[in-house]
């Protein structure tokens, strides 16, 4: 297969990761005989800095054009002061929207060899973390209208709009349930039904939804008892299903109580065209240029491309060996080092996989 991909690196360390995250992607492709080819385009704070928008016309396009889209990460304080609609992270927001990608997969995985670096107590670690977030990502408060800052009463009143229709919901639970299927066969939905009506409609229809899908267990949290259960017990959760808003914070904290924050892929979907592929982690400016970032966030979210972005299910699984091989091999990122490892930089680490994928 010959396959193309648009290369989004976006801001701060986005270039260093997605340098390292195409290398091991095209070396793991082209043992099954696959080719890959690359073409970048300009979003966030780059895009802001060369044409003066967060997300050109052209970058659409390309991305379009594409089979799938490969996405470093945007932002930076240089660009904190600009105003709501030139900010890096409507670039993002715009992608999304522009190719309808609803699905958000945000796996939190403990992995073995890391078990050291998880931030819970090592009797909860020990009972394991590997979950998914299913977030829907095209609507809720992130796009609800109407929106905005206005005057009313003699004083400013900012205003969002929490809006789910029937069928964003329904489109949503399913990719939940059909991910289930390949994994615990469990679903988790969270919502704030207690207070919200957006969250009533979103329970009823996800209740509705399970009827087609009687082999996967269904249970419903409410969002403050969720956040509270992934600390106490992560373990129990295979496949959270939930909104845009709560999945943006959720799927952070699961991220971070595996300890490896710089290790966590991400996959954004819809019903049809390029998926997103993008590591969980943000755009770092603080280590941006220096050779320190963990590119293995990157290379993982190139494996989750590979697998449901181009379908090269051998190539994603090869990728995602080599990346354990390397951590067993006890290579370390920074911000994964632990005594007795042996610190590598992020062309190193990079490398390091590329000739792990070469040779298994
Ligand atoms: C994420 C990020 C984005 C979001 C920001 C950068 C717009 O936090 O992908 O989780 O809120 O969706
Ligand atoms: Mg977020």
Redesign the pocket.
Known sequence: MRKHICLLEGDGIGPEIITQGVAAIKAAASRFGHELDFEKALIGGAAIDASGEPLPAQTIEKCRRADAVFLGA??GPKWDAHSHDKRP?KG??GI?KALGLYA?LRPALLMPELAGACLLKPEIAAAGIDLVVVRE?TGDV?FGEPRGIKEHGGERVGLNSMVYTEGEVRRIARTAFELARSRRRRVCSVDKSNVLETSRLWREVVVDEHKNYIDVELAHLYVDNAAMQLVRAPSQFDVILTG?LFG?IL??EAAVITGSLGMLP?ASTGASGPGLF?P?H?SAPDIAGQDKANPLAAILSGAMLLRLGLGMPEAADLTERAVRAVLAEGCRTADIMEPGKTLLGCVAMGQKVVECICKL
């Open positions: 945007v932002g992270e993002l927001l999304r958000n990502l992130y845009n943006d799927s952070d991400s993008e969980v943000g």
